[in-house]
């Protein structure tokens, strides 16, 4: 699941209501271009929506092994394809599109054909079809196929009934696959292991392109400490955070933290709510919020990353530094749940990233 959103302020329609209580934050940390939806989603329903992106999505170079793989799947030796994202949709269409185009036109000087180039392209349009079942595993996933500017593509596009792994491996076509049967999956570098691994058990042979890879965003560590700076602003004003959304629902309940170095915990109601739909979004998180660190190919230096640091446990406003444990998260899946769980954190786990399930499971 996903958050989204860099604005502060309510809107007209909740100014009343905020200026007897705090709002209470959400932090969406989706890519840029997966956010918007869920930030107005959320704003609507009255919460502060703050945007600091953890992933940006970058091309990766399409190698040799990665055509060899394409080549193969279009020749038909795999039972199913399974594409995680519209990112890696888009890529992987426009690479069968080139493949229909090289077979048309082998097909073509074979047989004398002289036809002219927008007559083939057409021609390739309309004969553009699947050699294996196409997997989706989410809506906007499915709508990249589905919308592609193909008049008549013979294939159809299947999609768990639920957008994760375990929906995934309940569908027929997956569940079906046998020892000796091969799967193609076309994803960003990394993730999606329970269905590999759980598949890899049974015997199937699965490959994979990885058309793009997510790194932290350049932004992620200024955007962080701006937000920082604003809601400790916020915090240090007589109003009693407490009394934020108190009829909130309680997320998942984390071991007692150590107050060692931070006696003045956020109340839990207080708590700003933070929407992680991925590990690897998760581990960016777990940098910027601990250390302030930006990942060894940002382009910002260690020098410049220190200019800006987090608060200072004992700053200048008298509050503490937010640690991990400052925060309420709303988790996509099992697997994220784990993860959250092990670090003694509180959150809610959703089972798909639909802006009304993301606010009915910080609201509900």
């Not at 995680?84 to 048309?104: F, I, K």
Request: aromatic letters at 6%.
């Amino acid at each position: 699941m996903s958050s989204t959103s860099s604005h502060s302020k309510p809107t007209a329609r909740h100014k009343s209501a905020a200026s007897s209580a705090p709002t209470r934050v959400v932090i969406n940390t989706r890519p840029v271009e997966r956010a918007a939806p869920l930030t107005q989603y959320l704003q609507a329903a009255g919460l502060s929506v703050v945007e600091i992106p953890m992933l940006t999505l970058q091309p990766r170079p399409i190698t040799d092994a990665d055509m060899a793989l394409m080549r193969q799947w279009f020749a038909g030796d795999y039972q199913a394809l399974v594409i995680v994202s519209p990112t890696a949709a888009a890529a992987g269409l426009a690479v069968w599109q080139a493949l229909a185009r090289e077979r048309h036109t082998q097909h073509s000087e074979t047989n004398g054909d002289k036809r002219n180039n927008e007559s083939q392209k057409t021609t390739e349009r309309q004969n553009l079809s699947a050699p294996s079942y196409l997997i989706a595993v989410g809506e906007a996933t499915a709508a990249v196929l589905n919308e592609a500017k193909i008049k008549a593509a013979s294939y159809h596009v299947l999609q768990p009934r639920v957008a994760n792994n375990e929906g995934m491996l309940a569908m027929p076509e997956i569940d079906s696959l046998q020892a000796g049967d091969k799967l193609l999956v076309w994803r960003g570098l990394g993730g999606r292991r329970l269905l590999v691994n759980t598949l890899q058990a049974r015997g199937v042979h699965i490959d994979s392109i990885a058309w793009y890879e997510r790194i932290m965003p350049h932004e992620a560590c200024r955007q962080y400490n701006q937000w920082l700076q604003q809601f400790s602003t916020a915090a240090s004003v007589p109003s009693p955070l407490s009394s934020t959304l108190a009829s909130a629902p309680e997320p998942a309940e984390p071991a007692a933290p150590s107050t060692a170095q931070h006696p003045k915990p956020i109340p839990k109601q207080s708590q700003p709510v933070v929407i992680i739909s991925s590990a690897t979004a998760f581990e960016h998180w777990r940098q910027v919020v601990s250390q302030g660190k930006r990942q060894a190919n940002d382009e910002t230096s260690a020098e410049d990353t220190v200019k800006q640091p987090l608060a200072d446990s004992t700053g200048a406003d008298g509050l503490p530094k937010l640690k991990l444990s400052d925060f309420a998260y709303v988790v996509l899946g099992e697997r994220l749940a784990n993860m959250v769980a092990d670090e003694q954190l509180s959150y809610w786990r959703v089972e798909d990233l639909a802006p009304a399930t993301i606010l009915a499971a910080i609201s509900a």
